[in-house]
């Protein structure tokens, strides 16, 4: 019977995470050296820091902490998309959030795809922010007829790969056996392949088209271009990484340094110039491509759209004063004006807590005794029988999306792409709509408080 050695979707995607870090690590030595980092800065912090350790141990995330990361890979069709949304929903996870990162002139639409259900983010948070090429952004109508001839012609996906999926779908879930082979399977499709699929001079041409265009259709399939590990001192990590040999971008993308972390920050290390051949005749001439490269994060609470609304507003107010130089020539001045415009945050819990800034997850104390009756949240925590935690953005950040885009497509003249939010034609292709993410926050800090104040009547 299925169900007697059926393995979790939870236990499908920590198995699928930790092969697919294992592959990176291989492939991408300097992934490898950042994990050691990591791990290094993450157990210092918690050394140093009883407070943190104390909350991450209530809100029982201590344990995830080692093994979270993010991938991120650029689809090319609506089919890849819509495939690739099955393949995650055997591992449990969903398309949450949409972003159009034709503001940043990158052409692509995205979601990620991530488990959603507290115990889910407990046992295993991975994450892959999935974009799909927005082919009709394209101006040269030649070329775009080219590259969908080609992309037409892939096939991202193994047969036993599509097999399996068919499998779970139809019989709910994998036998144990099954999911191994689903894992192997799977891994197929994000490794990289060094034998491009077109020849040099077409890559010239879709790489003139943007560099992401050469990215997206010049392979076999959509590797993995990067693998993302959470840790809990971005600064410090940022600061130790020219000590092993890994050079970061400028600035660490997001809001400043804070007590009270808030989204997500991020930095990452430029990409690698790799060696690959492209087709020419029968045979191959040698080349270089640029698309894999490395990045850590470091993750805050989870802020309402009024909170959102201030950060983007204070965001704008900064990179009216300065806007960061890729070359890191201005970082301090960056930094500097960051950490003024961001003095208007407020940077203590309990603060953003009673301006509605940021979500909370609500659980009862020690002191919590049934027999009060209805309480108002006010009461509740007067007498002490209730306690909010910071619920952890789970999610990404456009603007820092494109910043790190942007990195790692090279420091020249970027195209204009026209900006046209798409979602609806987005969901089209994913077959499927994308879960609003401030809803998700919101239901997560109505039930657990409703479930307190239920549990103190
Ligand atoms: C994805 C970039 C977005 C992040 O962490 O914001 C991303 C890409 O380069 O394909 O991964
Ligand atoms: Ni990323």
């Not at 301090?332 to 909370?360: C, K, M, N, S």
Request: charged fraction near 25%.
């Amino acid at each position: 019977m299925l169900q007697r050695t059926a393995l979790t979707s939870d236990a499908i995607r920590a198995r699928f995470s930790a092969a697919m870090s294992a592959m990176y690590r291989e492939e991408v030595p300097a992934y490898g050296a950042l994990l050691d980092l990591v791990a290094e800065v993450n157990a210092e912090t918690l050394a140093e820091r009883a407070d943190l350790r104390e909350r991450l141990v209530a809100t029982d995330e201590l344990a995830r902490i080692s093994d979270e990361r993010h991938g991120a890979i650029r689809l090319g069709t609506a089919a890849e998309l819509a495939m690739m949304r099955r393949v995650f929903a055997v591992m449990g996870m969903v398309p949450v959030g949409y972003y159009d990162l034709t503001e940043a002139n990158v052409p692509v639409h995205s979601t990620a795809f991530r488990p959603v259900g507290a115990e889910s983010l407990r046992r295993n948070p991975f994450r892959v922010f999935t974009s799909l090429l927005r082919m009709e952004l394209i101006a040269d109508e030649g070329l775009r007829a080219e590259a969908e001839a080609v992309l037409g012609r892939r096939q991202i996906f193994t047969p036993a790969a599509v097999a399996l999926v068919e499998r779970a779908e139809a019989e709910g879930g994998l036998s144990e056996a099954d999911a191994d082979r689903f894992v192997a399977e799977v891994l197929e499709t994000f490794r990289w392949h060094d034998k491009a699929i077109v020849t040099a001079e077409l890559y010239e041409k879709l790489h003139d088209a943007h560099r992401l265009v050469a990215d997206v259709v010049s392979f076999r399939g959509p590797h993995i271009n990067h693998l993302t590990p959470r840790t809990l001192d971005i600064d410090k990590v940022q600061a130790r990484m020219p000590l092993r040999g890994i050079a970061p971008k400028a600035v660490v993308e997001g809001p400043p340094t804070r007590a009270c972390p808030i989204l997500l920050r991020q930095t990452s290390f430029k990409a690698l110039d790799e060696a690959v051949a492209f087709r020419h005749g029968g045979g191959w001439v040698p080349g270089q491509h640029t698309a894999r490269f490395g990045e850590i994060e470091q993750r805050g609470i989870a802020l309402t759209p009024k909170g959102r609304a201030l950060y983007d507003h204070l965001l704008t107010e900064t990179r009216k004063i300065v806007r960061p130089a890729a070359d890191g020539s201005n970082a301090a001045d960056y930094t500097d004006a960051l950490e003024r415009t961001f003095a208007a945050f407020p940077d203590d819990w309990e603060a953003i807590r009673v301006q509605g800034l940021g979500y909370f997850a609500w659980s009862l104390t020690d002191a919590a005794q049934p027999g009060q009756g209805e309480l108002t949240v006010d009461e509740a925590l007067a007498r002490g029988m209730i306690r909010p935690d910071p619920v952890v953005y789970e999610d990404f950040l456009p603007v820092s999306a494109a910043g790190i885009f942007q990195s790692n497509l090279g420091d020249g003249a970027q195209q204009e792409f026209a900006a046209s939010p798409n979602q609806r034609r987005f969901e089209a292709d994913l077959g499927a709509e994308v879960l609003n993410e401030f809803h998700h926050y919101a239901g997560i800090e109505a039930a657990t408080l409703r479930a307190c104040l239920n549990a103190l009547i």
